[in-house]
Structures are given as structure tokens and as C-alpha cells.
């Protein structure tokens, strides 16, 4: 009896075990045998153990450059910026880097040395001027300062500050002024822009510079030129000092230069430092913000360069608050780029008027200041006679929006004066 329940049993387990492979093998839709099933499930886990990290490794750059967040504040801040004898010191982009730059960049279209306005070839071939104009307190405001393209502002003696202010169209320009004296380290500026230096006077370094470089000018004190080509504003002179009464106009310049015989178009070796997009395109840089500079460029002056969101540009403010207006028209000076350049700035030993030294070649760092934001920027100049150049921190050269142009030419320390989210 017993051994027949056994047989029983063993015969039951054979047949469950059997009905057991029917239904593992007759799955509807699975063709896969059961070897085949061991080997794919045996071999899957390996599969995505490989693949996952490949995956990943090759994915990550992309994705992180796709969201890259903006830059912090302190990505785009100078802290203590080192000027360099060596013109090259700030160069960190790779040569092919910096040829593949020019390559993309390097503009087809005819535009304006001065501000990036389309134009024609004779009107991008022609010399701007470049005129002194006084900035000291007590003789603002100046006439005619909204004809300017692009200005140089840099410290004098005594704290005061001195603009430099470039015109594409100088000859309609009506009364401008007033008119002061050149300092050597303009003089140097003019080498980037091969403009026809306006001035009253000059300390002696600047005399020297203008003379051995044969720099073609017209002189206010110390130059005879016919036809009243300076004149003294007698308001100015009563209410101002003789000294800050020094006038001219556009026509009057464009006749002494016609008189003095200068050129008055570029030559084949000038090159333009300055690039610009065109009046088309209005670039966002990815910097940090800049919605109201203000900087203590000297003992006694206070810069502010305001940005308006409707008109894309900066008013300009200076003396601690003062808007900075046209005499004519009592309109106010605004830019569409601010660019602040850090640089070595001392007394001149033994010089009694207290006259300064600003290094103008070699190297250092700076900003660039564009659409409410600000970017690090590094400049660089070979020699004196040499154009400007102009780069940001990882070699890309700098390419400004379209319009009007203010530069600072501050000391280093200035560096740690500036706030850009200045509130009034």
C-alpha cells in the first residue's frame, strides 16, 4: 500500500513539473526560449552597469553648458588689479584661439571708427578730432559736449579731471568749448584713434610728445593760426577766468586744418583698435550687474554713469550727483558703453604743479559696461605711437554695442572704490 501512494506522488510531481514547462514555453508573444531567457536576464544587469556611466560622462559638459547659471557678483569684480609693463601679461587666450576669434568677429560692413554707425567708405576713412575739454567744477557746463563720439576722461592736477572728446562730424559742430591744455598721457591716447589733436597749451612733457611725433594740431596759445580760430567767450571770462574762456566751432577748426595743410584721411598703417556690432544688434553680455556705477576717480571728482532701461543707455553724473548737461541745449550726456581702464597714476618727483605720470603701455585690467551688466576686461599696449587693445579674460576681443563710448582712465586703487548697484 505504501509503496503504491509513492508511485502516486512521483507520478503527480512529473506531471505538475511538466504542465509547468508547457506554460513557460507557450507565453503568447514570447518566442524567446527559456536558455535564451537566462542569457539575455544574465546579461542585462552587466548591459546597463556599462552603458549608464558612458551615458553620464558624455552628457554632463553638454547639459552643464546649457544651464549655466549666471555669473556672481564677484565673478565680474576687481579686486586689485596689477598694471604690467608688459603688454602681453594679460594675454591668456591660445593664438588659435585668437584667430579663430578674428575669423568670427571681423566685421563686412563699413561702420564709424568712432561709434560703430554704418557708414560710407570716405566718411570711415577720414580723421576725427580729438578736443580738450575743460571739466573743472566752477566752468561747467561745456558747449557742444553731445557732439562727441567717443570721450577719454583722466585725472590732471590737483584732483581735477580732463575729457578728451573725439568728433566723426566735426565741421557742422557750432560753438565748442571751453578749451584747455594737453597733458602727454592724451597725447598718448591719440595713437588709437590717429585724430587731429584741438587743445589750449600743454605741460611741457605734453610739447615734447607732440613735437617729436610730429602730432598734427591746432594750438590755441602758442600757435598762430588766421581767422580767429580760438576766441575768448567774454561771459566765460567775466564769470569764469580768462583762462576757462577758450572757444571755437567746427568750421573754424576745419579752416585752420585746411590752412596748416594736414591730412585729413587715414593712411594705409592706421588700425583701428575699437570693433563694434552693428546698430542692429544689441549685445547682453552674461557679467555681473552694473545698473549704476559710481566711482571716486579722483580726490575731488565722482563719476555716475546711471542705466535707463527704456533707452538702453547711461546718464552720465558727476561732482557727486551733478548731471552732466550740454550748454547749448541743456540736454544731458548719455553713452551706450562705459569703459573703465585701471592703470599706475602718480606725482611727477619734483614737478611744482603738482603735474602726474600715467602709464599708458603695457598692460592691466579693467571693465566693460554694457546694458546694465559689467564684464572684466584686460587691455594692452605695445608702445606709445601704438593702438589700444582690448580683450576680455579668456582672449576674446572685445566687440562694443553701437553708440557713443565713455572711457575712464583711473589709478589702480581705484579698484576698490566702485559700487554698481549704487543707490542715490
Not at 142 to 153: R, S, V
Not at 293 to 316: A, H, I, K, L, P
Given at each position: 500500500?505504501?509503496?503504491?501512494?509513492?508511485?502516486?506522488?512521483?507520478?503527480?510531481?512529473?506531471?505538475?513539473?511538466?504542465?509547468?514547462?508547457?506554460?513557460?514555453?507557450?507565453?503568447?508573444?514570447?518566442?524567446?526560449?527559456?536558455?535564451?531567457?537566462?542569457?539575455?536576464?544574465?546579461?542585462?544587469?552587466?548591459?546597463?552597469?556599462?552603458?549608464?556611466?558612458?551615458?553620464?560622462?558624455?552628457?554632463?559638459?553638454?547639459?552643464?553648458?546649457?544651464?549655466?547659471?549666471?555669473?556672481?557678483?564677484?565673478?565680474?569684480?576687481?579686486?586689485?588689479?596689477?598694471?604690467?609693463?608688459?603688454?602681453?601679461a594679460n594675454n591668456t587666450g591660445s593664438a588659435e584661439t585668437e584667430a579663430a576669434s578674428e575669423e568670427e568677429t571681423e566685421p563686412e560692413r563699413v561702420y564709424n571708427y568712432l561709434n560703430g554707425v554704418t557708414t560710407t567708405e570716405e566718411e570711415q576713412n577720414k580723421r576725427p578730432i580729438a578736443i580738450m575739454m575743460n571739466n573743472i567744477h566752477h566752468c561747467l557746463p561745456?558747449?557742444?559736449?553731445?557732439?562727441?563720439?567717443?570721450?577719454?576722461?583722466c585725472a590732471a592736477e590737483g584732483g581735477i579731471t580732463r575729457i578728451m572728446m573725439l568728433v566723426s562730424d566735426y565741421e557742422n559742430m557750432s560753438e565748442v568749448g571751453s578749451v584747455r591744455s594737453s597733458r602727454d598721457y592724451f597725447v598718448d591716447f591719440l595713437a588709437n584713434h590717429n585724430a587731429l589733436y584741438v587743445h589750449a597749451g600743454g605741460s611741457p612733457d605734453a610739447y615734447s610728445k607732440i613735437e617729436w611725433r610730429g602730432i598734427n594740431n591746432l594750438d590755441g596759445v602758442n600757435m598762430y593760426l588766421p581767422n580767429e580760430a580760438f576766441y575768448r567767450d567774454m561771459d566765460r571770462w567775466t564769470n569764469m577766468g580768462m583762462e576757462h574762456s577758450l572757444m571755437t566751432t567746427g568750421a573754424k577748426i576745419a579752416a585752420a586744418i585746411e590752412y596748416k595743410g594736414y591730412p585729413t584721411t587715414h593712411d594705409e598703417t592706421f588700425e583701428n583698435p575699437f570693433k563694434f556690432y552693428d546698430e542692429n544688434t544689441d549685445n547682453h553680455i552674461n557679467g555681473s550687474p552694473a545698473t549704476h556705477?559710481?566711482?571716486?576717480?579722483?580726490?575731488?571728482?565722482?563719476?555716475?554713469?546711471?542705466?535707463?532701461?527704456?533707452?538702453?543707455?547711461?546718464?552720465?553724473y558727476q561732482y557727486n550727483g551733478e548731471k552732466q548737461v550740454d550748454a547749448l541745449t541743456g540736454e544731458q550726456l548719455s553713452v551706450k558703453n562705459v569703459i573703465i581702464l585701471f592703470t599706475e597714476i602718480s606725482l611727477i618727483p619734483g614737478d611744482e604743479a603738482g603735474r602726474l605720470s600715467v602709464a599708458t603701455v603695457g598692460s592691466g585690467q579693467g571693465y566693460y559696461i554694457t546694458n546694465g551688466k559689467r564684464k572684466v576686461i584686460n587691455w594692452s599696449r605695445e608702445g606709445k605711437t601704438t593702438p589700444i587693445h582690448l580683450e576680455y579674460r579668456n582672449g576674446d576681443e572685445l566687440i562694443l554695442n553701437?553708440?557713443?563710448?565713455f572711457i575712464c582712465v583711473v589709478d589702480d586703487s581705484v579698484a576698490q572704490k566702485i559700487d554698481f548697484e549704487y543707490e542715490w
Open positions: 500500500m505504501k509503496k503504491m501512494i509513492s508511485v502516486i506522488l512521483l507520478l503527480s510531481m512529473l506531471a505538475a513539473a511538466a504542465v509547468g514547462c508547457n506554460v513557460q514555453e507557450n507565453v503568447p508573444g514570447d518566442e524567446t526560449t527559456s536558455t535564451e531567457a537566462a542569457t539575455e536576464a544574465a546579461t542585462e544587469p552587466a548591459s546597463e552597469t556599462e552603458t549608464e556611466p558612458e551615458s553620464e560622462t558624455e552628457t554632463e559638459p553638454e547639459t552643464e553648458f546649457e544651464t549655466e547659471p549666471p555669473l556672481p557678483d564677484e565673478a565680474e569684480k576687481v579686486e586689485n588689479p596689477q598694471y604690467s609693463t608688459n603688454a602681453s561745456q558747449a557742444n559736449l553731445l557732439a562727441g563720439d567717443m570721450y577719454y576722461e556705477v559710481r566711482m571716486e576717480s579722483t580726490s575731488v571728482q565722482t563719476v555716475d554713469f546711471v542705466y535707463d532701461t527704456e533707452t538702453g543707455e547711461y546718464w552720465r553701437s553708440g557713443k563710448t
